[in-house]
């Protein structure tokens, strides 16, 4: 069954830095990916999606790449403010099912 | 922007109850979703419709039914609620098989004593 793993669980930066959230998917038979962000006890908010004919998406200060050969996508935060803090997980899709969730990682950025 | 409303946000019921959790969305999307949340397991799926009166059970249907008599409108039924049922329940809406990006309601933390 295909899994989604996102490494590290947990994320604790200052305010300033850019950061890399990993993401990795057990098949290639991608349709497509999704980063999503949750505040506690909210629900989740679209960030960005990438097709399986793409290789990133690009929204402000976010920006995801996806490298279908090696089952990875990567999430950039560009200059860290503390209003990024929150869970963000990634999901997988393949054609004609529903996505599948990472259990997401758990970003702190300090002032 | 589309909305997708939950009609709960905290609820708290009684083993053995017959607990109904509503989800609308206002965008006319065809593919509705019904997920529950838990630490350390993360999002699981419970049920999906991609059309009225369709239904598809997700990974862990056991203890769930839904209804979607309207296109708009997405019912979780939990037909004899139990106490590890206590999760947050998240509905999720997306425009069609061609464009799956995922609407998320604000979700409903229930309690189950």
């Known amino acids: 069954k295909q899994e989604v793993t996102q490494i590290p669980a947990a994320l604790s930066v200052p305010e300033g830095e850019n950061l890399v959230l990993n993401c990795s998917f057990t098949?290639?038979?991608?349709?497509?990916l999704q980063w999503f962000r949750q505040d506690p006890g909210k629900g989740l908010t679209s960030l960005l999606l990438?097709?399986?004919?793409?290789r990133e998406q690009t929204s402000g200060r976010l920006n995801a790449s996806l490298d279908k050969s090696s089952g990875r996508s990567t999430l950039y935060i560009a200059a860290s403010q503390p209003g990024d803090s929150a869970t963000y997980l990634c999901?997988?899709?393949?054609?004609?099912?529903?996505?599948?969730f990472g259990k997401g990682t758990t970003l702190s950025v300090s002032s | 922007d589309v909305k997708v409303t939950q009609s709960s946000r905290y609820l708290v019921k009684r083993t053995g109850e017959k607990v109904f959790l509503e989800c609308v969305q206002d965008?006319?999307?065809?593919?509705m979703f019904w997920y529950r949340q838990d630490p350390g397991l993360g999002l699981r799926l419970i049920y999906f419709?991609?059309?009225?009166?369709?239904?598809e059970k997700g990974d862990i249907p056991e203890g769930y039914s839904v209804s979607r008599e309207k296109k708009e409108r997405f019912s979780l039924i939990l037909e004899s609620a139990s106490t590890n049922q206590t999760s947050m329940y998240l509905c999720?809406?997306?425009?069609?098989?061609?464009?799956?990006?995922?609407?998320f309601g604000s979700g409903t933390q229930l309690s189950v004593l």
């Open positions: 999720a809406s997306s425009l069609n098989r061609l464009n799956e990006k995922l609407f």
């Open positions: 098949d290639s038979a991608i349709y497509n």
């Open positions: 419709s991609y059309d009225v009166k369709m239904k």
């Open positions: 999901a997988f899709q393949e054609a004609g099912t529903a996505l599948i």
């Open positions: 965008m006319d999307h065809e593919n």
């Open positions: 990438i097709q399986s004919s793409q």
